[in-house]
């Protein structure tokens, strides 16, 4: 149900007004709005991310809430809130919030705590602020021919006043000993450069040098193009090169576009060289957005992390914090320890026994299968060297394998000890893929095998990611699973029906009210008595059989999959070619 009515106290007297009554106010990253009104003073939220607008949902929505959006909209605050009037659908765009939880001293409604943008289990609905405001006055913008025509001055070069300098080490030295450096001469306009104060154009100043790594060199004259035309075209090579220069060159709305461009192109590379590279510049700069964003990125395609040209050459920061994650998508937890076990054997004595002693204690003991645990002192490398603290996190698996949590002292096993958390698991028997296809005929395929807007299938190999199947279509499946993964519970059975949804018949038929489609239901075929056991199942998008795009939470047995309908993906899939792959992650609560 998509966000409220809010009923704002407003005070004629308010210092300035919302930003909907200003002037040529372009939207900004996390600007809010009310729409689907006529009347000024309510209307739908919607907040505008990734360069449209959106809506937020309703859910566990509070006055805390409402009192930061208030603020926000520079209105004194929130008197009440009411849901449920009607103000047709919600806009064309994304669900982008949902389980907004603020604490009320919040200045913008995306800084408080929510589960992701674009993660939701909701439908477009509506939401509405009751205020008294002038309607708002909006210009027209004929940027977009004036910008052709200022790139061709550009291109041209003709009565330019004002060089650039690009200098750039290469390394090298000359014959005399000093440092080879190489020489780019940029001819622009002083009338243009003006707009931007590092280039102090208009002081006199005819000729600057502006120093770069040889690196970004070959991208800033797109750059000074993008300052006469404000268009660009980024690409994977030249993203953060374009990024550093804009937030050198102060150019905010710039480094936003990029900083937001960041996930879109993270799946392009698939030797993750960018992405690691991607996070070394968060860390460096200190933008926790996009450090986020290639954190989760590699850790919900860990499988694929560990097998790429990158594996060996991950930071320790980056690999203990990949470790820290529940969300790590991996076969088991074995094959999580194998590859830190690895990355330290690669290393060899450039990683000192205290950090490999603290990466091998980030492992979640517990949560390797029974079987493997006994395997672990005769086939680890790094056995005989941390043999202490292998026997003592094998000793707390082993007895949380054959003792119930319950009996367990929670001095020595707290139930919020991480490492009695399980990841998301997906060797059998935790998980299943579903796949669809729209193929009509085999004939179809070979001829137009290069042809990526057809849907291929996917099926997933333990340990060797995913490979292209033949033709199939499945979307229905039962399988079985021990009520949890230990080994007091290994022949505890829970049963599972696992269906793809396509339609309002197919939910019809189900028993079930579906807003959108299609929709993951999971429901278990068997009751086991076990109240102390809490199943949190997820649906996971696996975009062209190459990595995950999206992980959905169940929630009533259901999961929304719809990609690019009422969500948005958090890495984009070329024409949504996905397969679904159900995932059973129990836990002890």
Known sequence: LLLVVIIVWLLWQMAAPPWFCRRNHE?????????????????????????????????????????????????????????????????????????????????????????????????????????????????????????????????????????????????????????????????????????????????????????????????????????????????????????????????????????????????????????????????????????????????????????????SGLSVGLLRALLTRSDLVAPDEYFVLQSVERWISEKGNSTDLETQADLLGRIRFPMIPAEKLYVIESSSPLYSTHKTMYRDNMLKAFQFNVLLFSNLTKQKFGKENINYQPRIYTAEPWSIILELSIRTSSSQTHSRPNDKRQRYNYRYIHGYGYETSSYSQTRSKSFSTPVHNSLIFKDTVKRWQANILMNRQECSNHGVRCESFPVAKLTPQSYISKSDIFFRNRVLLVCQGQYVCQIQDFKSNMASISANATQVLPYPCPDDQFTYQIVVTPEYV
């Open 27 to 311: 939207p900004r990253e996390g600007d809010v709005r009310l729409f689907g009104s006529k009347n000024v003073s309510e209307g739908r939220v919607e907040i505008y991310h990734d360069g449209k607008w959106g809506t937020v949902c309703d859910d566990n929505w509070d006055m805390a809430d409402a009192r930061v959006l208030c603020r926000q909209l520079n209105f004194p605050g929130a008197r009440s809130i009411v849901t449920g009037k009607d103000y047709g659908q919600g806009a064309p765009g994304p669900i982008w919030l949902d389980d907004v939880n603020c604490k009320g001293t919040e200045t913008h409604l995306f800084t408080c705590e929510f589960k992701g943008w674009g993660e939701t289990d909701c439908t477009h609905k509506v939401c509405s602020i009751n205020v008294d405001i002038n309607d708002s006055t909006h210009s027209l913008d004929h940027s977009i021919g004036l910008s052709d025509f200022l790139g061709q001055i550009f291109d041209d070069g003709n009565d330019c006043d004002f060089l650039i300098i690009v200098q750039s080490p290469t390394g090298n030295k000359q014959e005399d000993g000093t440092p080879e450096i190489r020489q780019k001469t940029i001819c622009a306009h002083k009338m243009i450069l003006s707009q931007i104060p590092f280039f102090n154009a208009s002081v006199g100043i005819s000729t600057i040098t502006v120093n770069l790594s040889l690196t970004c060199q070959p991208h800033f004259t797109s750059f000074i193009r993008y300052i006469y035309t404000r268009k660009m075209d980024v690409t994977l090579s030249s993203a953060l090169c374009l990024h550093q220069m804009a937030s050198n060159f102060g150019l905010k709305q710039l480094m936003e576009d990029i900083g937001r461009l960041f996930s879109k192109i993270l799946p392009e590379d698939s030797t993750f060289h960018n992405q690691v590279s991607f996070y070394k510049y968060a860390v460096e700069t200190k933008d926790l957005v996009l450090e986020e964003n290639c954190v989760q990125y590699m850790a919900w395609n860990y499988q694929n992390l560990t097998r790429s040209p990158a594996w």
